[in-house]
């Protein structure tokens, strides 16, 4: 990021009280409207924090809850919104309403498909899932539309566990068909022999927090448990002394297996033919993950062979099930409908923590526990602030200076900063460029969750590159730059000598500046707007624009002269808090020492 060697930058305050001096990073800096950011802590999971979008909501917006939850949680959602409850809707009739409600709050109950988020026609800002599992949210499509979807992550943890080893035990023991024997009038106490837990080997499948929780259970009636989980830490197993092994060896050892990993392409029927013929003959199966994640006509034929000697299931591929569906009907089948998270504490639990995190996703702050879009922690962002402030303005500021506007097809971002590579996340100042690229040339609404697949769409291609600074790495960053490649611009001005229009900035006092235009030095507050003019470098210019302006009621910030040497070419930025008429661009522009000039919107 080299200085044209002999340019100079001359700068006039308008007044040095002109601006608060007290605003500094730790101030609330009015960040653009769609970007509001609230860096307060969030009560659990604070690792998991992630910027998000309010929907510049100025009315009160609408949440559709479209299926049961807790009183808690509707009570919170009413403090801040119209809530409109309708349960049981056909898909035709939620996407027929979707149109009309900023959120939607949903179980496992309903499809959240593309469809919805076509229909909602961009007003649906935030999908909440009141639980774990996303399998029923067309999270690509949620982020193609720029909506937020965030859930509930933690508040059924126990009670799915607590289901697992409900389902484990009453299997074993064979507790659902001896209570149908007995009711039916019989007393057969010689069918209903079960098998003992202690001293078996039970495999977890998935050791997240269910399934740890569930081992940390098991191990308490004395079973020996294993667990596969591709992604789990083995200190976190080893704590609870449990072995992580792989998925064969946790098949093929197994007196029990339970599972507790999400449905997703990867587990899809993860359990089928080929796997349970390397399981051990007579092992119990117990499922309270997603139907989907076992192939259920290979489990029926398992069942009837006898590798499988019983299933406990919560869950179905198909929910509900069919009423003739073999596998509910066999006899060594034990079935739940979908009943792990159903205790009423898990339920008051989930309706907060799904109001929690709906409302403030709808107020712009930042949502723990959100599913489709980068997170970013919180002391990270408090520190990156300005800096989103900054990279959004340039982004902005460097799309007008392009003849034409959207040809923009090539984008390289330079961050120079004293920071290590891994101690900058430059994700959420790239969508904030990108934010700043794509809205002033479109309708399209950018966020944090759409910006990368919105770049990608319109064919914008954004390479970052880093430069390490000397000095101390206090603050995260020292300049951006952004280039735009290819094109030509209505400021020629803004060209650098390498021949792409160029604008960089930096934070000065919490407060973006814009400091550098093509090779021009300038530094003016990125506030209002700006006017940049290029001219011969003479006495009295700066009285003369500022007395046009003056005349015109605009009043001006900030000025600045970048120039190349005294008395040769220089570029005068000034900000201004009105937005001048055309008359009185047209006077800046007849003053004869302009060569050319641009009025740029911030
Ligand atoms: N029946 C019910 O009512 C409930 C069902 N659930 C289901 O349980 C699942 C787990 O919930 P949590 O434990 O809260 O989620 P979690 O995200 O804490 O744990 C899931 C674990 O599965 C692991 N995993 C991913 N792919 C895997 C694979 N191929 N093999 C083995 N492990 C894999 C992950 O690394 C993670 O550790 C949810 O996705 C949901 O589908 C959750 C709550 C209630
Ligand atoms: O949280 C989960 O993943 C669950 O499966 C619970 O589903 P539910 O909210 O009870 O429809």
Same mark, same amino acid.
């Given at each position: 990021?080299?200085?044209?060697?002999?340019?100079?930058?001359?700068?006039?305050?308008?007044?040095?009280?002109?601006?608060?001096?007290?605003?500094?990073?730790?101030?609330?800096?009015?960040?653009?409207?769609?970007?509001?950011?609230?860096?307060?802590?969030?009560?659990?999971?604070?690792?998991?924090?992630?910027?998000?979008?309010?929907?510049?909501?100025?009315?009160?917006?609408?949440?559709?809850?479209?299926?049961?939850?807790?009183?808690?949680?509707?009570?919170?959602?009413?403090?801040?919104?119209?809530?409109?409850?309708?349960?049981?809707?056909?898909?035709?009739?939620?996407?027929?309403?979707?149109?009309?409600?900023?959120?939607?709050?949903?179980?496992?109950?309903?499809? %959240?498909?593309?469809?919805?988020?076509?229909?909602?026609?961009?007003?649906?800002?935030?999908?909440?899932?009141?639980?774990?599992?996303?399998?029923?949210?067309?999270?690509?499509?949620?982020?193609?539309?720029?909506?937020?979807?965030? =859930?509930?992550?933690?508040?059924?943890?126990?009670?799915? /566990?607590?289901?697992?080893?409900?389902?484990?035990?009453?299997?074993?023991?064979?507790?659902?068909?001896?209570?149908?024997?007995?009711?039916?009038?019989?007393?057969?106490?010689?069918?209903?022999?079960?098998?003992?837990?202690?001293?078996?080997?039970?495999?977890?499948?998935?050791?997240?927090?269910?399934?740890?929780?569930?081992?940390?259970?098991?191990?308490?009636?004395?079973?020996?448990?294993?667990?596969?989980?591709?992604?789990?830490?083995?200190?976190?197993?080893?704590?609870?002394?449990?072995?992580?092994?792989?998925?064969?060896?946790?098949?093929?050892?197994?007196?029990?297996?339970?599972?507790?990993?999400?449905?997703?392409?990867?587990?899809?029927?993860?359990?089928?033919?080929?796997?349970?013929?390397?399981?051990?003959?007579?092992?119990?199966?117990?499922?309270?993950?997603?139907?989907?994640?076992?192939?259920?006509?290979?489990?029926?034929?398992?069942?009837?062979?006898?590798?499988?000697?019983?299933?406990?299931?919560?869950?179905?591929?198909?929910?509900?099930?069919?009423?003739?569906? $073999?596998?509910?009907?066999?006899?060594?089948?034990?079935?739940?409908?979908?009943?792990?998270?159903?205790?009423?504490?898990? !339920?008051?639990?989930?309706?907060?923590?799904?109001?929690?995190?709906? %409302?403030?996703?709808?107020?712009?702050?930042? /949502?723990?526990?959100?599913?489709?879009?980068?997170?970013?922690? /919180?002391?990270?962002?408090?520190?990156? $602030?300005?800096?989103?402030?900054?990279?959004?303005?340039?982004?902005?500021?460097?799309?007008?200076?392009?003849?034409?506007? +959207?040809?923009?097809?090539?984008?390289?971002?330079?961050?120079?900063?004293?920071?290590?590579?891994?101690?900058?996340?430059?994700?959420?100042?790239?969508?904030?460029?990108?934010?700043?690229?794509?809205?002033?040339?479109?309708?399209?609404?950018?966020?944090?969750?759409?910006?990368?697949?919105?770049?990608?769409?319109?064919?914008?291609?954004?390479?970052?590159?880093?430069?390490?600074?000397?000095?101390?790495?206090?603050?995260?960053?020292?300049?951006?730059?952004?280039?735009?490649?290819?094109?030509?611009?209505?400021?020629?001005?803004?060209?650098?000598?390498?021949?792409? #229009?160029?604008?960089?900035?930096?934070?000065?006092?919490?407060?973006?500046?814009?400091?550098?235009?093509?090779?021009?030095?300038?530094?003016?507050?990125?506030?209002?707007?700006?006017?940049?003019?290029?001219?011969?470098? !003479?006495?009295?210019?700066?009285?003369?624009?500022?007395?046009?302006?003056?005349?015109?009621?605009? =009043?001006? +910030?900030?000025?600045?002269?970048?120039?190349?040497?005294?008395?040769?070419?220089?570029?005068? /930025?000034?900000?201004?808090?009105?937005?001048? +008429?055309? +008359?009185?661009?047209?006077?800046?522009?007849? #003053?004869?020492?302009?060569?050319?000039?641009?009025?740029?919107?911030?």
């Amino acid at each position: 990021m080299a200085a044209t060697s002999a340019s100079q930058t001359a700068t006039l305050h308008k007044s040095s009280s002109f601006r608060n001096p007290s605003l500094s990073l730790s101030s609330k800096l009015p960040l653009p409207s769609l970007f509001r950011v609230n860096v307060t802590q969030r009560r659990r999971d604070t690792k998991r924090l992630v910027l998000v979008v309010s929907a510049g909501l100025d009315a009160k917006p609408t949440v559709l809850v479209a299926e049961k939850l807790g009183e808690a949680g509707l009570n919170l959602l009413k403090d801040f919104a119209n809530v409109d409850c309708s349960y049981n809707l056909s898909p035709e009739e939620l996407c027929t309403k979707i149109s009309l409600c900023d959120a939607l709050i949903v179980r496992s109950g309903t499809k %959240v498909s593309r469809e919805v988020f076509e229909s909602s026609g961009g007003r649906l800002k935030v999908v909440g899932r009141a639980g774990v599992g996303i399998d029923n949210v067309d999270l690509a499509a949620a982020t193609e539309h720029g909506c937020l979807v965030v =859930n509930a992550p933690t508040a059924n943890t126990v009670a799915a /566990a607590e289901h697992g080893i409900a389902l484990l035990a009453a299997m074993a023991r064979n507790v659902a068909q001896a209570d149908a024997s007995v009711k039916a009038g019989k007393w057969q106490r010689n069918k209903y022999v079960g098998v003992s837990l202690v001293g078996k080997t039970l495999a977890v499948m998935g050791f997240g927090k269910v399934g740890s929780e569930v081992a940390r259970r098991a191990k308490g009636l004395g079973m020996h448990v294993i667990a596969h989980d591709p992604y789990a830490p083995a200190d976190r197993a080893r704590a609870i002394g449990v072995d992580l092994v792989s998925f064969d060896e946790a098949i093929s050892k197994a007196d029990f297996i339970s599972l507790h990993m999400p449905l997703t392409p990867s587990t899809n029927k993860i359990l089928n033919e080929e796997t349970f013929a390397k399981m051990k003959k007579g092992v119990r199966i117990v499922n309270v993950a997603r139907g989907g994640v076992i192939d259920e006509d290979a489990l029926v034929k398992a069942l009837d062979s006898g590798i499988v000697a019983q299933a406990a299931l919560d869950v179905f591929t198909v929910e509900p099930p069919a009423q003739d569906s $073999k596998l509910v009907r066999h006899e060594k089948v034990t079935a739940t409908p979908h009943l792990g998270a159903s205790t009423m504490e898990a !339920q008051e639990g989930v309706a907060i923590e799904i109001a929690e995190a709906v %409302v403030g996703a709808l107020r712009g702050e930042l /949502a723990a526990t959100a599913v489709n879009a980068p997170m970013v922690p /919180a002391e990270v962002l408090t520190e990156l $602030k300005p800096f989103v402030e900054l990279a959004e303005k340039l982004g902005r500021l460097a799309v007008q200076l392009v003849a034409g506007g +959207s040809g923009v097809k090539t984008v390289k971002v330079t961050y120079a900063s004293a920071r290590a590579p891994d101690d900058l996340d430059t994700r959420l100042l790239r969508a904030m460029i990108t934010k700043g690229l794509i809205e002033p040339i479109s309708s399209v609404f950018v966020n944090l969750v759409n910006a990368d697949f919105t770049a990608k769409q319109r064919g914008l291609r954004i390479s970052e590159e880093r430069i390490l600074l000397d000095g101390s790495p206090e603050s995260p960053l020292d300049v951006i730059e952004v280039q735009i490649a290819n094109v030509e611009s209505k400021f020629a001005s803004a060209i650098s000598e390498s021949g792409e #229009i160029k604008v960089a900035g930096r934070v000065k006092d919490g407060i973006p500046h814009l400091t550098k235009v093509g090779s021009f030095e300038v530094d003016v507050s990125l506030e209002g707007s700006i006017i940049l003019c290029r001219q011969v470098d !003479q006495p009295g210019m700066i009285g003369n624009v500022g007395s046009i302006l003056g005349e015109e009621n605009v =009043n001006v +910030s900030f000025m600045s002269v970048g120039r190349i040497a005294p008395r040769k070419q220089a570029v005068m /930025a000034i900000g201004v808090d009105e937005q001048p +008429s055309k +008359s009185c661009l047209k006077r800046i522009g007849e #003053i004869p020492a302009i060569e050319e000039f641009v009025f740029l919107k911030l």
